[in-house]
């Protein structure tokens, strides 16, 4: 059985930074592709970055240069390093895991997610 754990969310002051980590149990997740979505208050869920099995890498527009997905295939693990962080960026943030980078990246679904976890920037 597959289980999802995230962890890393917290309030921070905008400016400040965050690393969320995702660990990934059950199976191994090399040959998959991983993501990081966030839901908005009242929004729809949005990816904001994805990763290959091979380590390219994809971003929003709105976090390119801020945020740096990585991934430590020894670990089953995927981490969201999040800096100069803005109050738009509040949202709850969930880790996914997909055979396929196109259903990851353009269809927004994937085998896996983690259960989320709440990033909260004041201002």
């Known amino acids: 059985q597959v289980h999802v754990v995230e962890s890393g969310g917290g309030l921070v002051q905008a400016g400040g930074s965050l690393r969320l980590s995702c660990v990934f149990s059950?199976?191994?997740?090399?040959?998959?592709?991983l993501g990081w979505y966030r839901q908005a208050p009242g929004k729809e869920r949005e990816l904001v970055a994805a990763?290959?099995?091979?380590?390219?890498?994809n971003y929003a527009d709105s976090v390119k240069g801020r945020f740096t997905i990585s991934r430590d295939n020894a670990k089953n693990t995927v981490y969201l390093q999040i800096n100069s962080l803005k109050p738009e960026d509040t949202a709850v943030y969930y880790c996914?895991?997909?055979?396929?980078?196109?259903?990851?990246?353009?269809?927004?679904?994937?085998?896996?997610w983690g259960q989320g976890t709440q990033v909260t920037v004041s201002s």
């Open positions: 059950g199976r191994t997740f090399s040959s998959y592709e």
């Open positions: 996914a895991a997909d055979p396929s980078y196109y259903r990851l990246l353009r269809l927004g679904r994937a085998d896996y």
């Open positions: 990763i290959t099995s091979g380590g390219g890498t």
